[in-house]
């Protein structure tokens, strides 16, 4: 059995099967053409604020209406479908994935390599301790060492549990995320900072950490995500 597990492993290495269904792959890339479909990336129109995917690259309405307490946000793939997945995979036991998509956002994030620091949004010590790491914080440090920023790993600390946000309208994630997240102003004063965290949604965790760094005298903050939802003028609470 032993060997032939050893034996399959020497033929069909980990990244020679597809990454979101397992199937076997020849062309030595990530995902089967089927799944291929399913992951979009952040290549195409993007909202020069947000960075999320939008049909031209404009302005979304919502950063229209109101200007982000982050400067510019990018992230490497869209939150739906296959990259939906993929985060979840990246959650839950896969934290290799780190690598994938700080290679992914490497070149995106070029123009903000002039910043003091990488910080992540954090998790309560409980919840690292039952996921087994931050994931937020991982993509941090291989964001870290890919464009040498300094990481700062003590610039935020959640000191409130939050409610799972997926039900909540836009005004209760709000409500729900006041009061989470302290920032350390001897860390981050005076600072040009680049935030990671996996996911951005609505936006409202980048907001309420955003507020919180510059109520603590960061300067400036770029906001980057492992994946970003679509920007859609008919999105409601999204
Ligand atoms: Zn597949
Ligand atoms: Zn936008």
Redesign the pocket.
């Known amino acids: 059995m032993r060997l032939l597990n050893w034996l399959d492993k020497q033929f069909f290495p980990e990244n020679f099967t597809c990454e979101l269904c397992g199937r076997e792959i020849f062309d030595g890339g990530r995902f089967c053409a089927d799944c291929a479909k399913t992951v979009q990336f952040n290549d195409g129109e993007t909202?020069?604020?947000?960075?999320?995917k939008?049909a031209t690259s404009t302005?979304?309405?919502?950063?229209?209406a109101f200007a982000?307490a982050y400067k510019k946000?990018a992230s490497a793939i869209v939150y739906a479908d296959g990259g939906a997945k993929l985060i979840y995979k990246f959650k839950h036991g896969n934290a290799y994935l780190k690598d994938y998509f700080a290679d992914l956002l490497q070149d995106k994030c070029a123009e903000f390599a002039n910043a003091d620091g990488i910080c992540f949004v954090p998790m309560t010590k409980s919840d690292v301790r039952k996921r087994g790491y931050n994931q937020a914080e991982l993509l941090a440090k291989a964001l870290s060492e890919r464009l040498s920023v300094p990481l700062i790993k003590n610039a935020l600390t959640k000191v409130k549990k939050t409610e799972q946000q997926k039900s909540l309208s836009k005004a209760e994630r709000e409500n729900n995320l006041k009061g989470c997240f302290k920032a350390d102003g001897k860390v981050v004063k005076g600072k040009t900072l680049i935030l990671v965290d996996d996911v951005m949604t609505t936006g409202a965790t980048a907001e309420a950490v955003c507020t919180e760094l510059k109520k603590r005298g960061a300067l400036a903050i770029y906001f980057v995500t492992a994946a970003s939802v679509e920007?859609k003028v008919n999105n409601k609470d999204e």
Not at 47 to 52: E, L, N, Q, S, T
Not at 59 to 64: D, F, N, R, T, V
Request: hydrophobic residues 25%.
């Open positions: 909202c020069p604020v947000c960075g999320r939008t302005l979304c309405l919502e950063c229209k982000p946000a920007y």
